[in-house]
């Protein structure tokens, strides 16, 4: 069992560490050697990810390697349409794609909610046997897509710069698109409690396309869902802390925090010790060094990791991370060099 006391699980709690709990979205990733021969052996990435044992291996890789403090099971956001029936397979060089997007109003009529025990199986599998490999090292994290932004994948049928179809089903059949969300929300609640049942001692929900909305549009198709997945969350695992990352919507701080979430995860367009000041002490915050830094020198890289430690101040409640996933392209040891400066940089005492 991992101690309760873990500084990642403390600092989700807004609770004294003894140095800043890190670890980095997309930590187990094509930029790692072994992933990439895990991938190669998998024969594709679904086959990896519905895979519990290969799951299990390329979500403890970075946690060999680095001085992490928590893993991230390795899964897509898609997982939950994909249960739902969409056909989601995955084009090189393209990303993902679903067979059956959601074109007409029946299709979204005739949507359920997929059955964690069943369809998403191999998930809750992978959970629990990378609980049991971690030896109670360091937390496991949990992670879903947001309502939004599962529905703009859902819609679209594939990624998008704009996601127009979306936003043109929200503007134009309101009650149909929550009718959607409603689905989707009680969908990804379902989903998370079943990981937290299974083992992750935290969850992360992701609404990666929240930002490309008007402020009205976040308000109502965004934001109000994300509330509600909270809510939800908390009635069926009210014990394990949940953050909410929705990128490009530093507008929106205050409101996401109001949901009732433990911890909100910052993109790098923000000054961390700002939004600390916006949302004082509600809720702990994730982040938020620009991705891009980790290319640089070692050196530039440990200043710009004090920066956003100075950033946030001598307070409870800092997660430090990336403000977005790390890139393909990125050196190991800078990674390695980025972990061991926050230790460094935040040890207390």
């Given amino acids: 069992m991992t101690p309760p006391d873990h500084r990642f699980l403390r600092a989700l709690r807004r609770e004294p560490v003894d140095a800043t709990p890190i670890w980095i979205m997309r930590q187990a990733g094509r930029y790692l050697p072994e992933y990439r021969a895990t991938r190669a052996r998998a024969g594709s990435f679904l086959a990896l990810a519905q895979t519990p044992e290969l799951a299990c291996e390329v979500t403890l890789q970075p946690i060999r390697r680095f001085a992490l403090d928590a893993a ?16 989601l397979h995955f084009v090189e060089g393209e990303g993902p794609k679903f067979a059956r997007p959601l ?7 005739a949507l359920g909610v997929p059955d964690p025990a069943t369809s998403l199986r191999y998930v809750t599998d992978a959970v629990r046997l990378i609980r049991h490999e971690l030896h109670g090292r360091v937390p496991l994290i949990g992670f879903a897509g947001s309502p939004w932004t599962l529905a703009c994948y859902m819609i679209e049928g594939e990624g998008s710069a704009s996601f127009a179809r979306a936003k043109a089903l929200a503007l134009q059949d309101p009650a149909l698109m929550h009718h959607l969300l409603d689905v989707l929300a009680r969908s990804v609640a379902t989903y998370l409690a079943a990981q937290a049942a299974a083992g992750a001692q935290a969850l992360m929900l992701f609404d990666t396309w929240g930002g490309l909305l008007t402020p009205t549009m976040f308000t109502e198709f965004s934001l109000r869902w994300l509330g509600a997945v909270v809510a939800q969350v908390r009635a069926q695992a009210p014990e394990v802390p949940l953050i909410l990352f929705s990128k490009g919507a530093n507008a929106h701080l205050e409101g996401l925090a109001d949901t009732g979430c433990d911890a909100l995860g910052l993109d790098w367009t923000i000054d961390i010790g700002d939004a600390r000041a916006r949302v004082g002490t509600r809720v702990a915050l994730q982040g938020n060094l620009d991705p891009a830094v980790l290319a640089a020198t070692p050196a530039t890289i440990r200043a710009q990791a004090a920066a956003v430690l100075d950033a946030f101040g001598p307070h409870p409640g800092h997660v430090f991370n990336l403000g977005h996933g790390i890139t393909p392209d990125i050196d190991p040891a800078h990674v390695a060099a980025l972990v061991d400066a926050v230790h460094e940089l935040s040890r207390r005492g």
């Fill in 72 to 87: 991230i099971l390795f899964s897509d956001i898609l997982t939950v349409p994909d249960a739902m029936g969409l056909g």
């Fill in 103 to 109: 074109r007409d109003a029946a299709s979204i009529r």
